[in-house]
């Protein structure tokens, strides 16, 4: 694995790491809603654990993957800054951590694919023709 592949598996495991603490401290521990626990379990922990086990054995189709989940919380973030502008410092952070998610795990998959030969497979001209 080159140097750069591993500095982008850091930055995806930094962001998710960080983004599944931090968002059990937000919502549990800083500012905890009005909200049942159980609602709040599968609203905001639970979607982080689906790509848990791919993310740490380093796959890169998880790492592609889990992105669409990342737009969740980036969509919280920026709604909280603007609905809860008491809690605007925590989303902050939470849109920081997923951003570094987003970047390190779109450039993860990117090389780590690339080192490990997968792809998507390009069509042959004969076939464009027809």
């Not at 905890?32 to 790509?51: D, H, K």
């Not at 989303?91 to 570094?100: F, G, R, S």
């Not at 780590?112 to 792809?119: C, D, I, S, V």
Request: net charge positive; with cysteine.
């Amino acid at each position: 694995m080159s140097d750069q592949t591993k500095f982008f598996r850091r930055l995806a495991l930094f962001g998710y790491f960080g983004l599944l603490i931090w968002v059990i401290l937000w919502h549990f521990v800083l500012a905890p809603s009005q909200y049942s626990v159980g609602f709040r379990i599968a609203l905001a922990v639970v979607p982080l654990l689906l790509p848990m086990v791919g993310i740490i054995k380093g796959k890169p189709y998880t790492h592609a993957w889990a992105n669409f989940i990342i737009m969740f919380y980036f969509l919280h973030g920026f709604t909280a800054i603007y609905t809860h502008q008491s809690e605007w410092f925590y989303a902050l952070v939470e849109i920081l951590l997923a951003t570094a998610m987003f970047i390190g795990c779109s450039y993860y998959a990117r090389f780590r694919g690339r080192e490990l030969g997968l792809g998507l497979k390009k069509l042959k001209s004969s076939e464009d023709a027809g």
